[in-house]
C-alpha cells in the first residue's frame, strides 16, 4: 500500500503564490508518475499537473501552464506543485497522486492509483 500527503495549501491573494508538497511512503518515489488535480466546490475535479517517473516529461493543463511548475526529488518522496499568478479560478482542494504502471493518459483520473485526502488553496480577490 501507498500512502499520498499533501500539504502546503491556505490562503493567499489573487496574484500570489504557494507551493505544494506531496510525499509518498511504501514504495520508492521512483516507481510512479505523479499527477495533482483540483476540484472546486460543485465542479468536478480536474487534472492539473503531471510528471513521469524521472522527471524527464511534465504535462499541463492549458489552464495552469506558463504559472505553475511540477518537480519532483525522488530521494526525498517529494513532488512540489508551484503555483504563481494565482487566480480566483484556481481555489480548490488540490489532490496529489501516484499512478503505479496504469496505461492511459496523464490527463486522466484513471491512470492514477493512490489519492491523497487533499490540502484546500482559497484565493482571496
Known amino acids: 500500500q501507498v500512502q499520498v500527503v499533501e500539504s502546503g495549501g491556505g490562503l493567499v491573494q489573487s496574484g500570489g503564490s504557494l507551493r505544494l508538497s506531496c510525499t509518498t511512503s511504501?514504495?520508492?518515489?521512483?516507481?510512479?508518475?505523479m499527477g495533482w488535480f483540483r476540484q472546486a466546490p460543485g465542479k468536478e475535479r480536474e487534472f492539473v499537473a503531471a510528471?513521469?517517473?524521472?522527471?524527464?516529461?511534465?504535462y499541463y493543463a492549458d489552464s495552469v501552464k506558463g504559472r505553475f511548475t511540477i518537480s519532483r526529488e525522488n530521494a526525498k518522496n517529494s513532488v512540489y506543485l508551484q503555483m504563481d499568478r494565482l487566480m480566483s479560478d484556481d481555489a480548490g482542494v488540490y489532490y496529489c497522486t501516484a499512478e503505479a504502471g496504469g496505461t492511459g493518459s496523464y490527463y486522466s483520473e484513471k491512470k492514477y492509483r493512490y489519492w491523497g485526502q487533499g490540502t484546500q488553496v482559497t484565493v482571496l480577490t
Open positions: 510528471i513521469t517517473r524521472n522527471g524527464g516529461i511534465t
Open positions: 511504501g514504495r520508492a518515489l521512483i516507481d510512479y508518475g
